[in-house]
């Protein structure tokens, strides 16, 4: 398997290394799933080509995934015209793929049936840009994610949009997240673990905006982070406040790249899902401990998980993470926290059973 440096980067799938993944059943296969984060990619990214087929392949290992909520990526952009209204293109690129997928011409899932768009919140036009996601998204954009994670160390790599700390208490962010709850749309936050308190600042300032929280808060693990135990007590701390807004939700998984738990740099083979689930379980359990259910969702962050673990096992792993629950608790987080935040349609979760594996 190829490798780069450190942790923290999208790098390029191995399928042949991904083959030598140890054999395991599918945990619970009739339990529907809405996978609330995964991406697309055209030749170019990191991860390499990554539709609709691809991403359908990775469901039918026997897991019933019912719909997904497609999170942007940067992928597709128009190449000309405004800068602030170039991520229009993924928002109509999306909808496209996601009008085939219900089309059921490849199957019961509902590939990107809400769709998360990228503004620039801080941009001076950012309602014109919401309106023209609204416009384009087919009645399937749901709301925004606009990346705040930024650190100071360049070996931890800061997503391309965060130009520097505090973005989300900036007066031009404000703004614009007026905007989008003023148009009943979401943010899916994204900081580093020892940003979370801008998190519950935004919170705070907007309690009826709709904010769920992805990758777990992005603990790290890497570069000057290796203490897990302090980093694990920092984002207990910030965690526990943040579950205090009631406005909040928070997305389990997401973790392969930045927490580092697991080294698929140096593993002969993938993860297995009891393997990942021991690794992400602190971080997991807590969540649940701290939100409840009711408040948390899954999400596979695929193709980027790819790099340490199978979708077959990665999907058990989320199962692990509420094996212990009842029916009520199970259903909350793998699908109904998603089905109530994104506005979908219930009757998503009355389609087929589990898809046959591969």
């Known amino acids: 398997m190829s490798a780069t440096p450190s942790f923290g980067r999208a790098r390029s799938i191995d399928p042949a290394w991904l083959a030598a993944a140890e054999p395991e059943e599918v945990l619970d296969p009739d339990l529907p799933i809405i ?8 030749p170019t990214a990191p991860p390499g080509t990554y539709l609709l087929e691809e991403y359908l392949h990775d469901l039918a290992g026997g897991h019933r995934v019912v719909a997904s909520v497609y999170v942007e990526c940067g992928s597709f952009f128009r190449p000309s015209g405004p800068e602030y209204l170039r991520p229009l293109g993924e928002t109509e690129a999306v909808s496209g793929l996601a009008a085939i997928a219900e089309s059921g011409a490849y199957g019961p899932t509902r590939v990107g049936a809400a769709i998360v768009g990228k503004v620039d919140l801080a941009h001076p036009d950012a309602g014109a840009a919401l309106d023209a996601h609204l416009a384009i998204g087919g009645g399937r954009f749901r709301g925004v994610r606009d990346p705040a994670a930024y650190d100071s160390d360049p070996s931890v790599g800061n997503w391309s949009t965060s130009e520097g700390p505090g973005r989300y ?3 031009e962010f404000r703004r614009g997240a007026q905007e989008l709850f003023a148009r009943g749309l979401t943010l899916d936050a994204l900081v580093f673990f020892h940003q979370l308190h801008d998190v519950v600042d935004l919170a705070q ?13 992005s603990p790290l693990g890497y570069g000057p982070y290796t203490d897990r135990d302090e980093v694990f007590r920092i984002w207990r701390t910030h965690m526990t406040e943040l579950a205090r807004c009631p406005n909040v939700r928070v997305k389990l998984g997401g973790m392969m790249i930045r927490l580092a738990a697991f080294d698929y740099l140096n593993s002969p083979r993938p993860a297995t899902s009891t393997q990942l689930h021991r690794a ?7 969540c649940l401990e701290l939100f409840g259910p009711q408040r948390c969702m899954v999400e596979s962050n695929l193709p980027i998980e ?9 999907f058990n792993t989320l199962k692990r993470s509420v094996a212990g629950g ?6 909350a987080v793998l699908s109904g926290t998603a089905l109530d ?4 349609d219930p009757d998503l979760l009355a389609g087929p059973a589990s898809a046959e594996p591969n």
């Open 35 to 42: 996978d609330t984060a995964h991406h697309l990619y055209g």
């Open 169 to 171: 208490v900036s007066a």
């Open 205 to 217: 300032a907007f309690p009826e905006g709709g904010i769920v929280l992805g990758h777990c808060g």
């Open 280 to 286: 992400w379980a602190p971080y997991l359990d807590t």
């Open 306 to 314: 790819k790099v340490g673990i199978t979708p077959k096992a990665l």
């Open 326 to 331: 009842s029916p009520a608790e199970k259903d």
């Open 341 to 344: 935040f994104y506005r979908l």
